[in-house]
């Protein structure tokens, strides 16, 4: 089973600052099978990246991914309001389902 | 847009089992997708439940898997999750989910693309 640690378990930013979230896997994990999720209070998880570094529809350019084997990137470039939130990655495994890291949140410093 | 709906009772008894029923709208349950269950104990992160195929395919979570059916009503449009002996530890936020495969020629991506609101199940006598 693919662990998946994301790390900081809090990122404390301010508005306009740059954000960057990692996700580490316990082994290699294909690109295209890595996907990260925005999570509001209250709300469902929200796509934002998949196969590593395509945004979703609609999804705005200050969020980018980046990454390969192990270890993967989200980046917010500039802070809007709206992005202070909990952050997922996930991992689908062809013989082992789809796995979640525990979550990075994004709290307004 | 395909869009879901969570449905079933908020609250089971410990030891009982746990039902909840997902409606598709805006687009069908038999087309080429997946469809996930994820749960979401109060204040932690996401779990993944299993997964269910229009032909009656499954996959389940290796830790839930022996007290987990998910089944597929094509008629109704819609697929359902049974979770059996449930604690406390069962009681959580459970959502439905779309499983996307996409292939662009040189690569399959998956992910989860739509979602549904999630409904709140408690376990307590």
């Known amino acids: 089973e693919i662990v998946l640690t994301q790390s900081p378990g809090t990122l404390s930013l301010s508005p306009g600052e740059r954000a960057t979230l990692s996700c580490r896997a316990s082994?290699?994990?294909?690109?295209?099978?890595l996907a990260w999720y925005q999570q509001k209070p209250g709300q469902a998880p929200r796509l934002l990246i998949y196969?590593?570094?395509s945004r979703a529809t609609g999804i705005p350019d200050r969020f980018s991914g980046s990454g390969s084997g192990t270890d993967f990137t989200l980046t917010i470039s500039r802070l809007e309001p709206e992005d202070f939130a909990v952050y997922y990655c996930?991992?689908?495994?062809?013989?082992?389902?789809?796995?979640f890291g525990q979550g990075t949140k994004v709290e307004i410093k | 847009q395909v869009q879901l709906q969570e449905s079933g009772p908020g609250l089971v008894k410990p030891s009982g089992t746990l039902s909840l029923t997902c409606a598709v709208s805006?687009?069908?349950?038999?087309?080429?997708?997946?469809w996930s269950w994820v749960r979401q104990p109060p204040g932690k992160g996401l779990e993944w439940i299993g997964e269910?195929?229009?032909?009656?395919?499954?996959n389940y979570n290796p830790s839930l898997k022996s007290r987990v059916t998910i089944s597929v009503d094509k008629s109704k449009n819609q697929f359902s999750l049974k979770l059996s002996s449930v604690t406390a530890a069962d009681t959580a936020v459970y959502y439905c989910?779309?499983?996307?495969?996409?292939?662009?020629?040189?690569?399959?991506?998956?992910?989860?693309?739509?979602w549904g609101k999630g409904t709140t199940v408690t376990v307590s006598s």
């Open positions: 989910a779309r499983d996307r495969e996409d292939y662009d020629g040189y690569y399959y991506y998956y992910y989860m693309d739509v």
């Open positions: 805006g687009g069908s349950i038999s087309s080429s997708n997946w």
């Open positions: 269910i195929y229009h032909s009656g395919s499954t």
């Open positions: 082994q290699s994990v294909s690109s295209s099978y």
């Open positions: 196969g590593a570094s």
């Open positions: 996930q991992q689908y495994g062809s013989s082992t389902g789809w796995t």
